[in-house]
Structure formats: structure tokens, C-alpha cells
């Protein structure tokens, strides 16, 4: 009986051809992750430190390819239509559910299998050290007496912090659309755009060394970093909103190999090494399994359709 | 801050830095030195390897790799008219014709010279002035980047003084292919057909290697057959003479300080100082007419100038915390990954860092032009290897260049293709120089114009309001009429001759 099963399941395995004995050996070669922001920003720092950790769990070197463009759109595409074997991994972001619904993208999060959730960031509003604007009201005061006159440095266009606050405040800024937070960050301490929403940990240094003054953190409540920085609930405006980053592979990935990643992930994210990188980093750890990842894209999705449908 | 620096270059000497600071030098060379295999690429393979190591070795073995890369590029670019990295194309121009003419050695010796030139002034600039540098990249801002980049397009006039219209074609051929891909500020797809790999658009490496080592391995094979070109070329192997060194001293320096100020402002790099360097070199030269024709001043402002980018990068990486280029984005990460956030607080924080750099960088100049001299010999010695060997190898080199850029067969394709197309464009006499100048120059020239409307709600006043902007606008008005009255100039030695004969 047993010999017989083993036969079967032999004849199963040749049948299923390569993909299994490949899921059976992966990784035997280096991984590829590609980021779809510029290198230097907030989403490739959590890639790269991420890559690094979960290296020692996979037995095989991670790559970065910062594949930039389209505001997210292009690394993602690249990495939604790569081969599905495990060996391009791609650090995806929320663009990935807004983007499709803007017609900006051809595929969406129904071409990903996910990983892991890693990180869920809410946004922070900064000024040049010595802008006009003291506070949040007087960026909203200043363009709703003068719509549009505003600009406002967006890190990926169309902006989904800087439009839930439009939608919630009834005014627009001038959108201008850089590649990735730096870029972002240092238009702004250049004076040539007047605000940018980041990620807290996008411009940790240049708020710590006064470059930068944080206004307002989209969050729930005030980070446990900066406490001094009132919510913008606090202020107000009823606007929450932030960035997560987790990794996804193309839907046709073997379910063996999901799993491998996964769980080597997981262990990467629970690494103390990467606890106090992420502190440091101003970055806020949310690790969800692949099962609950799916299900919070579909959270995010119904959140975000209102904000989409009045565009 | 002396103290700190000779704590530092003493630091950097010590045996667990200096053998990695020596090999990153010479294998960023190597890694330079092959097409496809650029400063960023061997920068970002190294950095999984300096995991282990102390933030001072790791530092350095990545400094050295980056200042290695840049020069190394330049080797083939003149040997072989094969440009290593995109920052080498600019040299290839004059350094290939100096080559042909029989002058290797001279074209090497001049390169290595330049480069260090220029990754010295950049690094002294770094550890002085880096402050004030940074106001001046922050000074930077969509409609700066505008002009820079229309400065150095105006190059194209300048490069294709034989026929201003076979130049132009060259140019407007080279910004089609840089229009393939998303839109930059819309996201919309040009010209992709659909096609997956055209949405990021083309990357300038396979049709860099396609235009210029397939290219020239199609014509030389086309030689051979012919029954050509198969004797050993003998060559000169005297150095540069004093008298020369003078001659483009200048604008090597020149270019140095202009490669560190390109390469301070954040998201301008080497391939761009390289061609800025070039063109202005050529503007203000006593003899424009000899560019493109083996001109030691174009080698030197070229290399001078796309070394010159390696201390000026670092800038806005220490004072900002933003990376100036694609390598000190590298650079951040591995700062990062050391635990160290880079940024002006890291002078404070942590000072033997940030002296760990500036002496990393400044002891890879010196051990770059050791290197580079000592190697010249060999390097030359690819001249004398016959063509029947030598062809061969570089169509290899090429197709394996063009596949490690992003593991991809379709890359290898685009090589080729435009390896049959640079042959056909050589054919007609149509240069290939701006072909290469506007794939890297048009995007930026396009997003950048499109910010500056935004950011100026549509109106062109930013074109007179901002003194960056005037200056380089004007250059660009110089450049355009310095290539007329050149041509002017060289038109009528023609017709002298003429008359004479």
C-alpha cells in the first residue's frame, strides 16, 4: 500500500512537472525584490532592511531592484507579471488597491498572491523649519481662501493623504508629483513646495535636526516618538490615513513556496534586530499572516472607494 | 575638524579597512570596466557583503567600489568605443579617436589623471564646503533641472559638427526612445504597445551596449571580411607631456568643480556631469574645432567631471539625508543597515563616520590613480590583441552586460536591435553620441518642464525669475552659438585650403 502511494504520488509529482520539485528545493537561487519607489524612501528602507533579515531564513541572497515610475504603478506591474516561481518578490504598497480603480494601472491586488503585511505607517504633514504655517489650520485656511494655491510636494500621484484631506475639507492643493518621499522632503526644505505628507520615519532625520517641522500625524492617536505632534483628529479635521508595505508574489506562485516566504518573513518581522531598525526608523510594525493580508487589502479597498468614486 | 580627519586617513589605514578600501577600488574598476556592470550595480552586489563587517570597512569597500566604477568605465569607452557605464559615454567620443590616431596611452594616462583630479576636488569640496553646497542642491528645483538638462542637449549641436542635421536626427531618435514608457506625471503608457517591458521604458544599458560595442563589433566583423583591418595597430606608448598637461589642466579642473556641484544636487549624476562637463569644456575651449576629433580637453573634462560627481553625491547624503544619486542611495542604505541615519545629525552623533567617509574617499582617489597608472600597460594591451580575437569577446561581453542589467532576454534584444540600428546610423554617418545624450537627458528635461508649469500654475515666468535658471539658459545660447561660429571658422579654413590647393 504504501509503495503504491509513494508510486502515485511520483507519478503525481512527474506530472506536476517542474513546479513542484522546484517548490521542493526553492530557494536554490538569489530573490529578487523589487520596490516600487526610488531608493532612499520609506518604502525601500523597510525592503531593504527587510531583505536583509529574511535572507538568513530563506539560505539565499535578496536583491533590491528599485523599479520606479507611475507612482508605484510600474514596479508593481513588473512585479505582478513576473515569472511565478518565487524568485521576484514584490514590496507592495497601497497604490496597489488605489491605483487600478483610477484606470492608472492594468493589473491590481487580484494578480497578487499575498505574502505579509509588514508595516503600517500613518502619515505625518511637514513644513520647511520656517514656514508661514504654524499649524495644520493654516494650510487649510490658506487654501480654502485661495483654492489651489497650496503646493503641496506628492510623493505618488494621485495623493491619497493629501485628497482624503481635500475630500474632508472641501479645498484643493497644487499637486506636484515627485519620485518617492526624498525627493519630496528635500523640495520642500528647499522652499520650493510649501508641505508633503511622508511617512514619520521618511523624514525622521530632518525632523530631528529641525530641517523639517512636523504640522500633523493622520493617526488615531500621537505617536509614542513625537509626542508633541497633535493628531489631525485633535485639530479638528476627521482625517485618518497612512501607507502599509507588505511583500506579494504573482498569483500563480506555488502555494509551498507562498508558504516558505511567509513563514521566513514572519520570523524576519519578529527579529529584535529588525524590532529596533523599525523603532529607529520611525517605522510601525504590523505583521499580518497571508490569510489576513488578503482580507485587510479588502478592508482598505472599501475605504478608499468613497475617496475614489468623487474624484 | 583636522583632528577628526587625520584620526580618520589613520582609521582608513588600518588593517581591517585598508585591504577592503584597496580591493573596492580595484574591483570597482573591473566592475566599471565591463559594459552592463555599472557604479550602482557593483556598489549595490557589494552591499549584502558588508553586512558583517564594521561600519568603517563597510564604508570604505563601498566608497572605493563607487569611486573605482566611475573610472572604470572609461577604459573601454576609449579602447573600444564601448562605454563601461553610461557615465563613459561622453569620454568614449574624443578618447576613441585619440586611440585611432595611435595615442592609447595618452588617452588612458589622461583619463586615470582626470578622474582623480576629479574625485579630489569633489572630495576637498565634501570635507570644506559641504554646507554651503547643500543650500545650493536645495536651490535646485524643477525648473533648474529643466535648464540643466536643455544645457547639456544643446550638446548635440556640438557633437555632430560634421552635419548639423545628421546630429539632429540622431537627437530627436534618441528622445522618441526615451518618450517609450508610463508618462512621468500621469502615468499613462507611450508607445508600449502593451508590451510589459517598454511600461518602465527602455534602460539606457543594453541600448548604450547595442549602439556602441555591437555596433562597432558588426563594423569591425564587416572589415575583417573585407580583408581589413587584421594588422596589429602600433601605437605610441609616450604619456601625456607637460605642455599637454597644461593645456587641459583647466578644464579638467573646471570640470571638477562643476561635476561636484552637479553631483550635489539630488537626482543628477555622473552620466549627466559627464556631457554638461563636455559641452561647457567645448564652449570655452581656444580650440572647439578639435572636439570630437581626439581632443585632450574633452577627455579630460569628461572624465574629470563624472568623477567630480563621487564627492558632491555624498553631500546631500551627509548634510540632507537624502541621496544625490542612485549609488549614495546605496550608500544610505548601508548607512541604515549599520544603524546610523544619515543626515546632518550624524556629524554630531557619530563624527568618526562621517571622518570615515571623507578619508575613505579621499585615500580611493590616490589608490584609483596608482591602480589606473600601474595599469595602463595592460589595459593597452587589448589594442594589440588581433581583431579576429577580439571581436568575438566583446559581442560576449556585450550580450552577457546587456542580460545582467535585469536578468532579462528582452534586454538582450534591445542590445541588438539597437546594435543593427547604431550599425546602419554609423552607415549614414549619423552620429550616435546624442542618440545616448537624449535617452538620458529627455526624460528629465520633459518631467522637469511639466513640474515647473505646475509648480508655476501653468505660467513660463520661471524661465527669467530664477538666477539658476538665467545662468543656464544663457549657457545653453552660448553653446548653440559657439557651435555656429565654429563651424563658421571651420568652413573657411576649408575654403582657404580649397583656394590654395
Known sequence: ?311 | MFEYLLQGILATFQMDVFPFLLAGVTGGIAIGALPGLTATMGVAIMLPFTFGMGAGASLAMLIGVYVGAIYGGSIPAILLRTPGTPASAATAIDGHELVKQGYATKALSISVICSFLGGLVSTIMLITVSPMLANFALRFSAPEYFTLALFGLTIIASISAKSMTKGLIGGFLGLIVACIGLDPITSTPRYTFGVMELYNGLSIIPVLIGLFAISECLLQAEQLNLGAGNAIKKFSHSFVSRKEFREFLPSGLKSSLMGTLIGSVPGAGADIAAFVCYNEARRSSKKPETFGKGSLEGIAAAEAGNNGVTGGALVPLLTLGVPGDAVAAVLLGALTIQGLSPGPMLFQNSPDVVYGVFSSMLIANFLMLIVGLLGIKLFCRIVEVPKVLIVPMIAMLAVVGAYSMNNSMFDVGVALGFGFLGYLLTKCEIPLSPIVLAIILGPMAETNLRKSLMMYEGSWSFLYERPIVVVFIALAALSIYSTWRIKKKVNASEQEQAAAA
Open chain 1, 1 to 311: 500500500m504504501k509503495k503504491s502511494l509513494k508510486a502515485i504520488a511520483g507519478v503525481v509529482a512527474l506530472s506536476l512537472g517542474s513546479s513542484l520539485a522546484m517548490a521542493a528545493d526553492y530557494p536554490a537561487r538569489n530573490i529578487r525584490m523589487i520596490v516600487p519607489f526610488g531608493a532612499g524612501g520609506g518604502t525601500d528602507s523597510v525592503a531593504r532592511a527587510l531583505a536583509e533579515y529574511t535572507e538568513p531564513h530563506l539560505g539565499q541572497p535578496i536583491a533590491i531592484m528599485n523599479r520606479t515610475g507611475g507612482a508605484g504603478a510600474v514596479g508593481m506591474t513588473a512585479g505582478a507579471n513576473s515569472r511565478a516561481d518565487g524568485y521576484t518578490i514584490t514590496m507592495i504598497t497601497r497604490e496597489i488597491v488605489s491605483l487600478p480603480k483610477l484606470g492608472l494601472m492594468q493589473v491590481d491586488s487580484e494578480a497578487f498572491k499575498m505574502v505579509r503585511l509588514v508595516n503600517f505607517d500613518p502619515a505625518l504633514v511637514t513644513v520647511k523649519a520656517d514656514s508661514p504655517y504654524k499649524t495644520m489650520g493654516d494650510i487649510i485656511e490658506k487654501a480654502k481662501a485661495n483654492p489651489g494655491s497650496v503646493k503641496f510636494a506628492s510623493t505618488a500621484k494621485p495623493n491619497f493623504y493629501a485628497l482624503a484631506i481635500e475630500r474632508n475639507q472641501d479645498v484643493t492643493f497644487n499637486q506636484i508629483p515627485f519620485n518617492g518621499a526624498a525627493e519630496a522632503s528635500t523640495a520642500v526644505m528647499g522652499g520650493h513646495v510649501e508641505f508633503t505628507i511622508t511617512g514619520p520615519g521618511e523624514v525622521k532625520s530632518q525632523v530631528e535636526s529641525g530641517q523639517l517641522r512636523p504640522l500633523a500625524v493622520m493617526a488615531e492617536k500621537r505617536l509614542a516618538s513625537m509626542p508633541e505632534v497633535p493628531t489631525m483628529k485633535e485639530l479638528g479635521f476627521d482625517v485618518v490615513s497612512g501607507t502599509w508595505r507588505g511583500i506579494a508574489v504573482p498569483k500563480k506562485t506555488p502555494d509551498e513556496i507562498v508558504a516558505k516566504l511567509e513563514s521566513a518573513i514572519g520570523k524576519a518581522v519578529a527579529d529584535k534586530d529588525f524590532v529596533a531598525f523599525m523603532e529607529k526608523g520611525n517605522f510601525f510594525i504590523e505583521d499580518k499572516s497571508a490569510a489576513e493580508f488578503t482580507k485587510f487589502i479588502g478592508e482598505d479597498t472599501k475605504s478608499l472607494m468613497p475617496i475614489i468614486e468623487k474624484l
